[in-house]
């Protein structure tokens, strides 16, 4: 029992270092509110704000489309390009082997 009113009253000491701190951020962010409602350039403002947010948003999403669209497309030239280098080789092999037996007869 004495055990937890000393961490109660430590507690109690906490609180009382936070409560101010606490208060007057409360003060500022009400301040704040209050100067928003007041003022009607700055709830367009806001209202500006959150357009260019979805506007950047949408762009965004176009983007990362657009995106993974040409990186589908860089695969598939990736895998041609793996073709064309293996039959380029094989051709040249081919050839090499070719002109060694026509030497040889």
Same mark, same amino acid.
């Given at each position: 029992?004495?055990?937890?009113i000393a961490g109660m009253a430590k507690?109690?000491?906490q609180l009382t270092i936070l409560i101010?701190?606490?208060?007057?951020?409360?003060?500022?962010?009400?301040?704040?509110?209050? *100067?928003?409602?007041?003022?009607?350039?700055?709830?367009? *403002?806001?209202?500006?704000?959150?357009?260019?947010?979805?506007?950047?948003?949408? +762009?965004? #999403?176009?983007?990362?489309?657009?995106?993974?669209?040409?990186?589908? +497309?860089?695969? #598939?030239?990736?895998?041609?390009?793996?073709?064309? +280098?293996?039959?380029?080789?094989?051709?040249?092999?081919?050839?090499?082997?070719?002109?060694?037996?026509?030497?040889?007869?």
């Amino acid at each position: 029992m004495a055990l937890a009113i000393a961490g109660m009253a430590k507690l109690l000491g906490q609180l009382t270092i936070l409560i101010p701190a606490t208060d007057s951020l409360v003060r500022g962010l009400s301040e704040a509110v209050s *100067r928003v409602r007041q003022n009607p350039s700055a709830d367009r *403002r806001l209202q500006d704000l959150e357009r260019a947010i979805e506007l950047q948003v949408n +762009v965004n #999403k176009s983007l990362s489309e657009q995106l993974h669209i040409i990186q589908s +497309v860089l695969a #598939k030239v990736q895998r041609s390009f793996k073709v064309l +280098v293996f039959l380029m080789t094989a051709s040249i092999a081919l050839a090499i082997v070719a002109s060694l037996l026509a030497f040889w007869k």
